[in-house]
């Protein structure tokens, strides 16, 4: 009996260390303004496709266009060879990469801890 109770507890916590966290965007855009960012976890790779750069570009920026006007966004790069923004949803950072070079667009995502 014994066992079972420190195998549920110890699956408990290490199930609650792995949780995500969420927040509202009033907070996230506090915690943007203040420098204050959430932490997050391992960066994971959610979409990677071959996309023309300037079409990807072009979608990247809806993307952060639609996204900043409720989260914090950020375009880090925009050159004419590569473009990254990152945006901070309710429950994850995003980050769009679009590469001239590689003629590609790579989604990643990181939950926040």
Same mark, same amino acid.
């Given at each position: 009996?014994?066992?079972?109770?420190? +195998?549920?507890?110890?699956?408990?916590?290490?199930?609650?260390? =792995?949780?995500? !966290?969420?927040?509202?965007? #009033?907070?996230?855009?506090?915690? =943007?303004? %203040? +420098?204050?960012?959430?932490?997050? $976890?391992?960066?994971?790779?959610?979409? #990677?496709?071959?996309?023309?750069?300037?079409?990807?570009? %072009?979608?990247?920026? $809806?993307?952060?266009?639609?996204?900043?006007?409720? =989260?914090?966004?950020? /375009?880090? /790069?925009?050159? $004419?060879?590569? =473009?990254?923004?990152?945006?901070? %949803?309710?429950?994850?950072?995003? !980050?769009?990469?679009?590469?001239?070079?590689? $003629?590609?667009?790579?989604?990643?995502?990181?939950?926040?801890?």
């Amino acid at each position: 009996m014994n066992r079972l109770i420190l +195998g549920l507890m110890l699956s408990l916590a290490v199930n609650s260390c =792995f949780a995500n !966290v969420t927040y509202n965007k #009033e907070k996230l855009n506090a915690m =943007f303004s %203040s +420098g204050k960012l959430p932490k997050v $976890g391992p960066m994971i790779a959610k979409d #990677e496709s071959v996309m023309n750069f300037d079409d990807c570009r %072009s979608n990247a920026i $809806g993307m952060y266009t639609s996204s900043a006007v409720n =989260f914090p966004a950020k /375009v880090i /790069v925009d050159s $004419g060879v590569i =473009f990254i923004a990152k945006i901070w %949803s309710n429950d994850a950072e995003l !980050v769009i990469t679009c590469s001239r070079s590689d $003629g590609k667009r790579t989604i990643t995502q990181a939950l926040y801890q």
